[in-house]
């Protein structure tokens, strides 16, 4: 089984980055042959700052590893360092129908949130398309915002084979949990550094617990029961605490007595002794120098040898060889 997944770096990761893909990313280089990748060609939809694309990059890569994804189990690389992904997104370009494209609800989400359109936001899919195809994926793991992308790859994919001949690409599975699908920000909205409301994933100390004392919550006073039905302190204890602990929490609710200044503690001490072990990963490897670029240079060297198997065969298929 061949699993594939990628992360943008536009930015410091965040729990929603954390549950959302790398946790059964992590999970999963267990049990298949695993790519994983940076995907700094989809950044470049928004971001136009070299220096911090550098920047945001390198973080990722020590912010992934640091969180157990090894290198051994796991091929990791940037995107870029395997040109293949865009010729190969061309080619898919040059079959897939404008209302496709159109009928993507995540464009015009994000230019309603203020992201100026181009060219490379409205054909993002498709390169998401050629990103998973390349690999002759099995399975993706993908965020519950990310599936809509996955059946516009199915069905690209899908259009290639009956264009060019059954067997030119693979078509993949999605894998969604969707338990922890979408994890919800300090505002209730979905956790995205576009909206503002994130936790990130190696906070400082103080400054987490900040952010979560800011989580948004009801008037209810600290003598009565508090409602549990959309609690967004229970929806982000449920990802950090045993299923025992998380109950307990529950009936704390559930009882009153208890001001939600008191849960939103409990919340912080859980998240910050849940990334302990990933934080001291994480001042490990940066004490190493070099190990972050060995890791990417020699992942890209291996996922290239796969995407030119694909590319040589879809360019049989469509007459290019």
């Known amino acids: 089984m061949r699993i594939l997944s990628g992360l943008q770096p536009t930015g410091r990761l965040h729990l929603g980055n954390y549950f959302g893909m790398m946790q059964p990313a992590l999970q999963l280089q267990h049990q298949g042959e695993a790519l994983y990748f940076i995907a700094d060609y989809h950044s470049l939809t928004s971001l136009h700052d070299a220096a911090v694309l550098r920047e945001n990059v390198r973080n990722l890569a020590i912010d992934f590893l640091a969180c157990g994804l090894d290198p051994e189990k796991a091929i ?21 129908p404008m209302p496709m494209l159109e009928n993507c609800t995540s464009f015009k989400d994000k230019v309603a949130h203020g992201f100026v359109p181009n060219h490379g936001l409205f ?45 030119t690409l693979k078509v993949p599975k999605p894998m969604i949990r969707e338990a922890t699908a979408i994890v919800p920000g300090l505002d209730g909205q979905k956790m995205s550094k576009s909206y503002g409301n994130i936790i990130g994933l190696f906070e400082e100390e103080a400054a987490l617990k900040k952010k979560i004392m800011r989580i948004v919550t009801d008037a209810t006073p600290v003598e009565a029961p508090k409602p549990t039905e959309g609690s967004l302190i229970l929806q982000m204890y449920r990802l950090v605490t045993t299923d025992e602990e998380y109950n307990a929490l529950v009936a704390d609710f559930q009882k009153g007595g208890a001001g939600y200044g008191d849960f939103k503690k409990r919340l912080f001490e859980k998240t910050w002794a849940f990334f302990a072990e990933a934080r001291e990963k994480r001042e490990a490897i940066l004490s190493q120098k070099g190990y972050v670029e060995d890791v990417l240079h020699q992942g890209a060297a291996k996922a290239r040898a796969y995407a030119q198997q694909t590319l040589s065969r879809v360019r049989l298929a469509v007459g290019l060889d």
């Open 76 to 96: 990791f690389f940037r995107q870029s360092s395997v040109p293949e992904h865009t010729e190969l997104a061309w080619i898919l370009s040059c079959v897939t």
């Open 123 to 167: 054909a993002y899919p498709v390169l998401m398309a050629a990103d998973i195809l390349i690999y002759d994926s099995d399975l993706v793991p993908v965020g519950k915002d990310q599936k809509q992308h996955l059946e516009v790859t199915r069905d690209i994919a899908s259009k290639m084979n009956a264009t060019f001949g059954e067997g």
